[in-house]
């Protein structure tokens, strides 16, 4: 009786993952290039290599600015 319980939560919470995945792949599908641009989020054009270079571009930059930021200053001196 155990066992059976064990593997219909265990059936149950693998059913509830797929739903909540298959509900965000959904999302993002319907999600349009304009609707990502004016959600902050970049859609590489072009052949692969091109996005690949506008990815790494990507990450160059966004570490050059945190890198720009000043570090806060601690209290406890």
């Known amino acids: 009786m155990r ?3 064990s593997i219909l ?3 149950l919470v693998v059913l509830m ?3 909540l995945a298959k ?3 959904g999302a993002l599908s319907t999600l349009g290039p304009a609707q990502a641009a004016s959600a902050g989020v970049s ?3 072009g052949s692969p290599q091109q996005q ?3 990815l790494q571009n990507q ?3 966004t570490v050059e600015d945190a890198l720009q930021q000043a570090r806060p200053e601690s209290e406890e001196k």
């Open 17 to 19: 993952v797929g739903l």
């Open 3 to 5: 066992i059976f319980f």
């Open 9 to 11: 939560s265990l059936l």
């Open 52 to 54: 690949s270079q506008q």
């Open 59 to 61: 990450v160059k930059k």
């Open 43 to 45: 859609v590489p054009t």
């Open 23 to 25: 509900k965000q792949l």
